[in-house]
C-alpha cells in the first residue's frame, strides 16, 4: 500500500494542477491544515528537479500568504476561530505561555519558529493575537518559510538522484521519519 501511494504521488506530481495543490497545502498549512507541504514539495521535486526552485518559490509565498490568513484569524478571530483551532490541537496551555513569550520576542519566534517543525500555524495565530506589527510578521515569515523551503530546494537539487534512490529503497523508513518530524513539531510545543 505504501509503495502505491508513493508511486502515486509521484505520477501525480508531474500533473497539471500539482502546482496549484502545492499552493493550496502550503496556504493552509500556515493557518490551520496539519499536513506540512513538504509532504508534496518532496515528491514533486524528486518527480521533476528542474523545477525544484519554482516549487521552493510556491510555497514560500503560499505559506507566507497563509501565514497572513492566521495572523488575521488570531487578530480578529480568536475569540472564534483561533481558539478552536488551538482548541483541537491540545495546546491551550502551551498557547497561553508561547503568548506571553510572542510579546518579548516576536519577529525573532516567528523567523526561528517558521524553520523549525513547529506548527507553522501556531506562531501564525499567536502573532495576530500578540499584535506583533504586521510588516515585521511578513518579513519575518519571508526570511523564516524562504530559508526552510529553499535549504530543502538546495538539498533537493544537488542530491535529488540519489535521494529518489535512498527513499524508494527505504520508503517504510523514510515515511517514518516525516510522520516523526511532523508529531515532532506537537511534541515540542508540548514540551516548551
Not at 3 to 31: G, P
Not at 130 to 138: I, M, P, W
Request: glycine share 8%.
Amino acid at each position: 500500500m505504501l509503495r502505491w501511494a508513493y508511486d502515486r504521488t509521484i505520477a501525480l506530481a508531474n500533473r497539471r494542477h500539482a502546482s496549484t495543490w502545492l499552493a493550496a497545502v502550503a496556504f493552509a498549512e500556515s493557518s490551520f491544515f496539519p499536513i506540512p507541504p513538504d509532504v508534496l514539495l518532496l515528491p514533486m521535486a524528486l518527480a521533476d528537479r528542474r523545477r525544484v526552485w519554482i516549487l521552493a518559490t510556491i510555497c514560500t509565498l503560499a505559506s507566507v500568504a497563509g501565514g497572513i490568513l492566521g495572523y488575521a484569524i488570531g487578530y480578529y478571530l480568536f475569540e472564534i476561530v483561533g481558539n478552536a483551532i488551538i482548541e483541537f490541537y491540545g495546546l491551550t496551555e502551551e498557547f497561553s505561555a508561547f503568548q506571553a513569550t510572542f510579546l518579548a520576542y516576536g519577529a525573532w519566534i516567528v523567523a526561528l519558529k517558521g524553520l523549525t517543525p513547529v506548527p507553522y500555524k501556531l506562531v501564525t495565530i499567536a502573532a495576530g493575537v500578540a499584535t506583533l506589527d504586521l510588516q515585521t510578521f511578513v518579513i519575518a515569515s519571508i526570511v523564516a518559510r524562504g530559508m526552510r523551503f529553499y535549504m530543502l530546494a538546495l538539498l533537493l537539487d544537488r542530491y535529488g538522484a540519489p535521494m529518489r534512490d535512498f527513499i524508494e529503497r527505504r520508503l517504510g523508513l523514510v515515511t517514518l521519519g516525516l510522520v516523526a518530524f511532523v508529531v515532532g513539531g506537537f511534541f515540542v510545543i508540548k514540551i516548551f
